[in-house]
Every structure is written in structure tokens, then in C-alpha cells.
Nanobody, 125 residues
Framework: QVQLAESGGGSVQSGGSLRLSCAASGYTSSTYCMGWFRQAPGMERVGVANIDSDGFTSYANAVKGRFTISRDKFKNTLYLQMNSLKPEDTAMYYC???????????????????WGQGTQVTVSS
């Protein structure tokens, strides 16, 4: 089993930055690919970015050039640096992990086995 716990959400103005963290515990050696998802009210939960255990990353078009995903294997922590935030980035952000690699693909939520509880990000205009 793997437990995931997000932190770092909050409220910022448009153009601001936030860094989300996701601490993993348990059988973390099985988390070959980890990712961030987001879900706005009334919307589907969609992938934002993911990173393989070897550091290979992929991003949704909506966040390319503004968000950066990274992973500290020694601390078992996943990060999402979010810059140039826009009101449309407002959502609950979730950390997720799967036991297979992602190979540069943004897999849908159903392909991820482990999930955190989420952290809210609100961007005001």
C-alpha cells in the first residue's frame, strides 16, 4: 500500500505562484509513475502532469510552460511548481501514483491506483 498526502494549496491572485507537495509513504518503490490531477466543481478530474521514476515528464497542454513537476526520490515527495497562475487553474489538486511507468503519456484517472485527499488551489482575477 502507498499513502499520499498533498499540501501547499491556497489562494493567490492571477499571475502568482504556488508549489504543491505530495508526501508518499508505504511501499513507495512501486510508484513508477506519479502525477497531479485537478478537478474543478462540476468537471471531470483531469491529468495535469506526471513523472516517471527515471524523471521523464509529460504535461497537459493547458499548463505547459507554466507548471513544472518534479520528484525527490530520497524524500519520497512529489512537487508541482505552478507559475503564472490563471483563474481557470482553480481546482482541487490531487496527487496520484500508478505501479506502471507512464512513458510520456498522460493516462486518465482510472489508470492510477493510489490517490491523496487533495489540496485546494484558488486563483482570483
Amino acid at each position: 500500500q502507498v499513502q499520499l498526502a498533498e499540501s501547499g494549496g491556497g489562494s493567490v491572485q492571477s499571475g502568482g505562484s504556488l508549489r504543491l507537495s505530495c508526501a508518499a509513504s508505504g511501499y513507495t518503490s512501486s510508484t513508477y509513475c506519479m502525477g497531479w490531477f485537478r478537478q474543478a466543481p462540476g468537471m471531470e478530474r483531469v491529468g495535469v502532469a506526471n513523472i516517471d521514476s527515471d524523471g521523464f515528464t509529460s504535461y497537459a497542454n493547458a499548463v505547459k510552460g507554466r507548471f513544472t513537476i518534479s520528484r525527490d526520490k530520497f524524500k519520497n515527495t512529489l512537487y508541482l511548481q505552478m507559475n503564472s497562475l490563471k483563474p481557470e487553474d482553480t481546482a482541487m489538486y490531487y496527487c496520484a501514483a500508478r505501479t506502471l511507468r507512464c512513458f510520456g503519456n498522460l493516462y486518465p484517472r482510472f489508470d492510477y491506483y493510489y490517490w491523496g485527499q487533495g489540496t485546494q488551489v484558488t486563483v482570483s482575477s
